[in-house]
């Protein structure tokens, strides 16, 4: 099946910028998904790219995708430490019946002051 | 506008027990989800039901039931928990008249079977 790959663990300095990458099989993706995940909390929708776009950019969060690659990335932009969080990388084709996603591990990022 | 809720937050079940957990949501969404994750995993489906009426098995789908009550409401049981269903289970929603597919998650329920 469809697989989604994450690294664990990313540590920067407040100031400085993170770059969060993800690797994805599906080849008939359509959309892919960062999320938010906050301490006890839920996940929350951070953006999205629709699989024809190269770059998406949103205020702090600049997405890249490499569909050739099949690689997906995150970068934050002047990190604060309310950035630290579990981000997770999803992905969907968008056709199936419930349109399901598939979600990597997460990066756990850690920002220090 | 709650979004999705869920309940309860925590619970803890000896092995052999049974529970719901509930899940509700107010944004007239076609589409729910339930998801369990575990450390390292990501989200894993249990179960989703893409209409009010139909459920279909996720990925992870053994030693669950599921009901699509309305379109609001969708349930998750445990008939006889076991400590490997000790996780934070997570219900979503979505609609596909919103072309990005985006899922609007609750708060999760953390579940500890001992």
């Known amino acids: 099946g469809e697989d989604v790959e994450q690294s664990l663990f990313l540590s920067v300095r407040e100031g400085d910028s993170s770059v969060i990458n993800c690797t994805y099989t599906d080849s008939s993706s359509t959309y892919l998904y960062w999320y938010k995940q906050e301490p006890g909390a839920g996940l929350q929708l951070l953006t999205y790219i629709f699989s024809n776009m190269d770059m998406k950019q949103d205020q702090r969060l600049t997405v890249l995708l490499n569909k050739k690659d099949k690689h997906l990335s995150l970068r934050i932009a002047d990190t604060q430490t309310g950035d630290s969080a579990i981000y997770f990388c999803?992905?969907?084709?968008?056709?199936?019946?419930?349109?399901?996603?598939?979600f990597g591990g997460g990066t756990r990022l850690m920002v220090k002051p | 506008n709650a979004g999705v809720t869920q309940t309860p937050k925590f619970q803890v079940l000896k092995t052999g027990q049974s529970m719901t957990l509930q899940c509700a949501q107010d944004?007239?969404?076609?589409?729910m989800y339930w998801y369990r994750q575990d450390p390292g995993m990501g989200l894993r489906l249990i179960y989703y039901?893409?209409?009010?009426?139909?459920?279909d098995k996720g990925e992870v789908p053994n030693g669950y039931n599921v009901s699509r009550l309305n379109k609001r409401e969708f349930s998750l049981r445990l008939e006889s928990a076991a400590p490997s269903q000790t996780s934070v289970y997570f219900c979503a929603s979505s609609d596909e008249q919103f072309s990005s597919y985006e899922q609007y998650f609750g708060p999760g329920t953390r579940l500890t079977v001992t």
């Open positions: 039901s893409a209409s009010e009426g139909t459920t």
């Open positions: 944004m007239n969404h076609n589409s």
């Open positions: 999803a992905e969907s084709n968008g056709d199936n019946a419930g349109n399901m996603l598939t």
